[in-house]
């Protein structure tokens, strides 16, 4: 669009462009490699998974089944054993979603790790850095014990900026003839990850408690149900084994009566697999 021989339409994407808000900036924001992990990880949280919804929901269905065996009168031996052979296959199904899952996530902090490690360090220049160096050292080796670990006790306080990689391993270098102080040097590296700050964000943290909750179910014999807000893992576990006796003893007054239920044996079903009719 021209408007008094000016092309409007030029002029409005160069400005777009320098604003970084052209269709092309925005399409590769979006697939931003950074921004993809980002994404993973903040929907990383197992209960947002379509094999954790399929397992809850193929609960609901067993448990329906075994409600509809008691209406037709089948019998408990009957009943119970198709509840364990689809039990089987709910939790065989459940725990391979769990397996591929905790992969995947072990693969993203290997990718969300390579994604830092392959930035290059973010210097001024080298002869500043050098200089940042030498000072660094001049004061390291000016301390005595007292005045070292009064200085590593400080670097836990609020507000106080994190020693970087070179700062880091030069303290532990100058530290380790003395164990205390060693160990106090070492702590403070390791819990503010100094070399893998990328470990402080909270999208790495939102994937170390998915890998907590992961491993939590990986080692259980149960399925959780979600969480209430509030619960970053639900303590309500759900014996899938048990389904079929949970149902059947809550209609005991219906199966004490004799004679209400056909005996005749038959072979056990994974209503999941061997009977689609009964699972729709």
Not at 16 to 21: E, I
Not at 36 to 59: F, G, H, I, R
Not at 128 to 134: A, P, T
């Amino acid at each position: 669009m021209e408007i008094d021989g000016i092309n409007a339409d030029k002029i409005l994407a160069k400005l777009k462009d320098r604003a970084g808000l052209s269709d092309g900036k925005q399409a590769a924001g979006k697939n931003d490699p950074l921004t993809v992990l980002q994404d993973k990880a903040m929907n990383s949280a197992p209960y947002n998974a379509p094999y954790y919804n399929e397992a809850l929901k193929q609960v609901g269905k067993l448990r329906k089944y075994c409600q509809s065996r008691v209406n037709a009168q089948d019998s408990r031996a009957n009943i119970l054993a198709d509840s364990s052979k689809s039990a089987k296959y709910i939790m065989a199904q459940f725990r391979d979603g769990v397996d591929n899952q905790i992969k995947e996530l072990k693969q993203w902090q290997r990718d969300y790790s390579n994604y830092y490690r392959d930035k290059k360090a973010d210097y001024e220049s080298p002869e500043v850095e050098l200089l940042r160096r030498q000072d660094w050292n001049s004061k390291l080796h000016s301390m005595n014990k007292t005045d070292l670990a009064r200085f590593i006790q400080e670097l836990a306080e609020p507000g106080r900026k994190p020693l970087t990689k070179y700062e880091a391993d030069s303290l532990l270098s100058y530290a380790k003839d003395d164990p205390k102080l060693y160990a106090n040097a070492k702590g403070y590296v390791e819990r503010h990850h100094i070399g893998e700050e990328w470990k402080n964000s909270k999208y790495w943290q939102e994937v170390q408690q998915s890998l907590s909750i992961l491993n939590t179910y990986q080692t259980s014999p149960f399925i959780y149900e979600k969480p209430k807000e509030g619960e970053w893992l639900s303590h309500k576990a759900i014996n899938v084994n048990e389904i079929a006796n949970e149902v059947l003893n809550s209609q005991f007054d219906k199966y004490g009566l004799k004679g209400k239920y056909n005996n005749k044996a038959r072979q056990a079903v994974n209503i999941f697999e061997d009977n689609k009719n009964e699972e729709d």
